[in-house]
């Protein structure tokens, strides 16, 4: 294989990594969902600190460590989509240079 088609399949691997991370970055700042995402947030934390039940608010602490690993996620795939942009550009500098 050669060089130029090496750095070619890393270039497209980086655009889909760069792609995926400008669609999680649309979906964080989108307002409907950034409203949905706040109405669950409180939901369960008031479960969590209203409920008398133990169980309940268990499951409510359960509920709401899901959803900080859930936008963890998202917020992963925005870092490297944002890494991959850069590579990208790295890229094309080199390219005009030689």
Same mark, same amino acid.
């Given at each position: 294989?050669?060089?130029?088609q090496t *750095?070619?399949?890393?270039?497209? !691997? @980086?655009?889909v990594r760069?792609? #995926?991370?400008? $669609? +999680?970055?649309?979906?964080?700042? &989108? ?11 409180? *939901?369960?934390?008031?479960?969590? !600190? @209203?409920?008398?039940?133990?169980? #309940?608010?268990? $499951? +409510?602490?359960?509920?709401?460590? &899901? ?17 991959? !942009? ?8 080199? $390219?005009?240079?030689?």
């Amino acid at each position: 294989m050669t060089r130029k088609q090496t *750095e070619g399949e890393k270039k497209a !691997r @980086l655009a889909v990594r760069q792609a #995926r991370g400008t $669609d +999680a970055n649309n979906l964080l700042e &989108n307002p409907v969902f950034k409203e949905v995402w706040g109405t669950l947030d409180t *939901e369960v934390i008031n479960t969590w !600190r @209203l409920s008398p039940n133990k169980e #309940r608010r268990e $499951d +409510a602490w359960y509920m709401q460590r &899901n959803l900080s690993n859930l936008k963890a996620v998202f917020e992963n795939y925005v870092a490297v989509g944002e890494s991959a !942009r850069k590579e990208l550009l790295n890229f094309d500098a080199e $390219d005009k240079v030689t």
